[in-house]
């Protein structure tokens, strides 16, 4: 099954400078990438996700890029503010519809920027 | 307001005392997931539904059991808890498989 490795597991920045975060998966066949984005005491929420035929995606401060060949997917945020902090995980699938098909989660990384 | 709902939001309890935890969306979504987060292994799936009376394991299913008897209801039931089982609770539901899920805000679960 698919295997989805997430580095770091923590991140600290300064308010301001930039924050990327890095996943490699091992399912060739994958082709959805999203970014979750839990706050404290909250549910995870997508916030960027990308499929196999885009190479990169941009969405005001952040940004997701896929390297299909390499394996691995990152998340870009750009003049990170305090309300950037919290835990980010990334996922992988295959996005059929059938019971084999799942989205497999990162280990999660925990942004905290600096004031 | 789109959402799906989990009770309860605490919960503690001793190792063989069966509970459930209930949750339910209003997305008319086909798709539901229990996941478990624990601190270094991310969310893991435990069970997921693809309809009405359609379940299936996930990852970790060892200890829970599902129903799906209605669309907008998918209770995770642990028959008798065990410590290991202590954990972050979420439920999800998802217009399809693998796309976008929609999360509820977590059962904090601590069995002693």
């Known amino acids: 099954g698919e295997n989805v490795e997430q580095h770091p597991s923590t991140l600290s920045v300064q308010e301001g400078d930039s924050a990327v975060i890095k996943c490699t998966y091992s399912?060739?066949?994958?082709?959805?990438f999203p970014w979750y984005k839990q706050e404290l005491g909250k549910g995870p929420q997508l916030i960027i996700d990308?499929?196999?035929?885009?190479g990169e995606k941009k969405d005001q401060r952040i940004a997701v890029t896929l390297n299909k060949t390499a394996k691995h997917f990152s998340l870009h945020i750009t003049e990170t503010q305090p309300e950037d902090s919290a835990v980010y995980f990334c996922?992988?699938?295959?996005?059929?519809?059938?019971?084999?098909?799942?989205?497999?989660f990162g280990t999660g990384t925990r942004l905290a920027v600096r004031p | 307001e789109a959402q799906v709902t989990q009770n309860p939001r605490y919960l503690i309890t001793v190792t063989g005392k069966k509970l459930t935890v209930t949750c339910s969306q209003n997305?008319?979504?086909?798709?539901m997931s229990w996941y478990r987060q624990d601190p270094g292994l991310g969310l893991r799936q435990i069970y997921y539904s693809m309809n009405v009376e359609v379940t299936d394991k996930g990852d970790v299913p060892e200890g829970y059991k599902v129903s799906r008897k209605e669309k907008r209801n998918f209770p995770l039931i642990l028959e008798s808890p065990s410590p290991n089982q202590t954990s972050l609770y979420f439920c999800?539901?998802?217009?399809?498989?693998?796309?976008?899920?929609?999360f509820g805000p977590g059962t904090r679960l601590t069995v002693t």
């Open positions: 990308i499929r196999s035929n885009v």
């Open positions: 999800a539901s998802s217009p399809t498989l693998t796309g976008e899920q929609y």
């Open positions: 996922a992988a699938s295959t996005g059929g519809k059938s019971s084999g098909d799942k989205l497999t």
């Open positions: 997305m008319n979504h086909e798709y």
């Open positions: 399912d060739s066949a994958s082709n959805y």
